[in-house]
Nanobody
């Protein structure tokens, strides 16, 4: 059974750091590009960061460049989002997505809530 399970969310103060994890199972993780999306209250879901299947290339939304880092460990079937210097407008539900373009398949996690507040 395919699963993507996010963890690591919670309450963090502005300027603080948080690391999100997404553990994958039930599919060939190493074949999938992985991304983090987020959705804040009243806003549409947006792409935060992406990484190729081999980890060789990454991309980021302008709003998080220099603050967030996406990485993956294919041996552990896990993708990470290191969030530094967080801001209140980073508050959102963060979702993990796997995409295998060759077979036109997307998998989504159920999300983890990050709240940035003092």
């Amino acid at each position: 059974q395919v699963q993507l399970v996010e963890s690591g969310g919670g309450l963090v103060q502005p300027g603080g750091s948080l690391r999100l994890s997404c553990a994958a199972s039930g599919f060939m993780f190493s074949q999938y590009a992985m991304s983090w999306f987020r959705q804040a209250p009243g806003k549409e879901r947006e792409l935060v960061a992406g990484i190729t299947s081999d980890g060789g290339s990454t991309n980021y939304a302008d709003s998080v460049k220099g603050r967030f880092t996406i990485s993956r460990d294919n041996a552990k079937n896990t993708v990470y989002l290191q969030m530094n210097s967080v801001r209140p407008d980073d508050t959102a539900v963060y979702y993990c997505r796997g995409r295998w373009a060759l077979i036109r398949v997307d998998y989504w996690g159920k999300g983890t809530l990050v709240t940035v507040s003092s």
